[in-house]
T-cell receptor, first 110, second 113 residues
Framework: GQNIDQPTEMTATEGAIVQINCTYQ??????LFWYQQHAGEAPTFLSY????GLEEKGRFSSFLSRSKGYSYLLLKELQMKDSASYLC???????????FGDGTTLTVKP | GAGVSQSPSNKVTEKGKDVELRCDPI?????LYWYRQSLGQGLEFLIY????????KSGLPSDRFSAERTGGSVSTLTIQRTQQEDSAVYLC???????????FGPGTRLTVL
């Protein structure tokens, strides 16, 4: 079956750096997404990794190791508005079906 | 989300009634997904449409759930004989190609009393 694990909750301080980990075990792999979801809102796209390595986009970076079934999302210079749930999702078939983790709720404190 | 609309935004129904949820697409996007999200949970995949291919229905939880996509555009998700455990937010998402980012609609919050 498909299995994606993320920590349930994390807390960090404004201005700090936080790393949210995601491990996956899926029958296939065709890319990994990170989404941000504020309470009561729909998820919005943050990043996409299909090859090993680090993808950087402003304050956010995402890393992938396919051999380890592991990814992380790195958030720098945390702001209060970064308080949200962060969802890891794997495209696990050639047809494009995505499996989502349960999300990590990040709380940024002053 | 980026131009994806869903209706209704909220639906309250009685157990045993049928409901129909609608998703209006972004033009030019061929991949369409339906998910549901219970409070505090991640997204549960329901069904996936890609172009004219047969839909991937592997996530539908029971035969009370069905979905169709008319003319490659508007999609409806139908839940028959609703149960209280069907209460959740139902999200649709579109993608240009199945591997690209998905654009989510605002969701329909379904409450079954």
């Amino acid at each position: 079956g498909q299995n994606i694990d993320q920590p349930t909750e994390m807390t960090a301080t404004e201005g700090a750096i936080v790393q949210i980990n995601c491990t996956y075990q899926t029958s296939g792999f065709n890319g990994l997404f990170w989404y941000q979801q504020h309470a009561g809102e729909a998820p919005t796209f943050l990043s996409y990794n299909v090859l090993d390595g680090l993808e950087e986009k402003g304050r956010f970076s995402s890393f992938l190791s396919r051999s380890k079934g592991y990814s992380y999302l790195l958030l720098k210079e945390l702001q209060m508005k970064d308080s949200a749930s962060y969802l890891c999702a794997v495209i696990d078939t050639n047809a494009g079906k995505s499996t989502f983790g349960d999300g990590t709720t990040l709380t940024v404190k002053p | 989300g980026a131009g994806v609309s869903q209706s209704p935004s909220n639906k309250v129904t009685e157990k045993g009634k049928d409901v129909e949820l609608r998703c209006d697409p972004i033009s030019g996007h061929t991949a369409l997904y339906w998910y549901r999200q219970s409070l505090g949970q991640g997204l549960e995949f329901l069904i996936y449409f890609q172009g004219n291919s047969a839909p991937d229905k592997s996530g539908l939880p029971s035969d009370r759930f069905s979905a169709e996509r008319t003319g490659g555009s508007v999609s409806t998700l139908t839940i028959q004989r609703t149960q209280q455990e069907d209460s959740a937010v139902y999200l649709c998402a579109f993608g240009q190609v199945s591997y690209n980012e998905q654009f989510f609609g605002p969701g329909t919050r379904l409450t079954v009393l």
